[in-house]
Nanobody, 127 residues
Framework: QVQLVESGGGLVQAGGSLRLSCAAS????????MGWFRQAPGKEREFVAA????????LYADSVKGRFTISRDNTKNTVFLQMSSLKPEDTAVYYC????????????????????WGQGTQVTVSS
């Protein structure tokens, strides 16, 4: 079993920055690809970013490319999402997810590929 706990969400003005964290416990974090997704009110969950467990590969949604950075610290079982130049349309609940047992360089981008999910953290960007 894997437990994922997100933190770092909050209210920020447009143009500002936030850093989300996701602490993992349980099954081997260092061998799990990790992803961030978000869901805005009335919208479907969407992919934001993901990172392979080897840390070599990352993938971003076009809407956040150049503004968000995903990283991980395997010694602390934590994945991060640094968000900069935030826009009101980034407002959503952000979820982290894990997928164990994939190739070291694989970066899953579909929610269906992930095994475990956190409870989410709210990010609100005011205009």
């Amino acid at each position: 079993q894997v437990q994922l706990v997100e933190s770092g969400g909050g209210l920020v003005q447009a143009g500002g920055s936030l850093r989300l964290s996701c602490a993992a416990s349980g099954r081997s974090f260092s061998s799990s690809a990790m992803g961030w997704f978000r869901q805005a009110p009335g919208k479907e969950r969407e992919f934001v970013a993901a990172i392979s467990w080897s840390v070599r590969n990352t993938l971003y949604a076009d809407s956040v490319k150049g503004r968000f950075t995903i990283s991980r610290d395997n010694t602390k079982n934590t994945v991060f999402l640094q968000m900069s130049s935030l826009k009101p349309e980034d407002t959503a609940v952000y979820y982290c997810a894990s997928r164990f047992g994939v190739l070291s360089t694989y970066v899953p981008s579909s929610g269906r590929e992930y095994d475990y999910w956190g409870q989410g953290t709210q990010v609100t960007v005011s205009s």
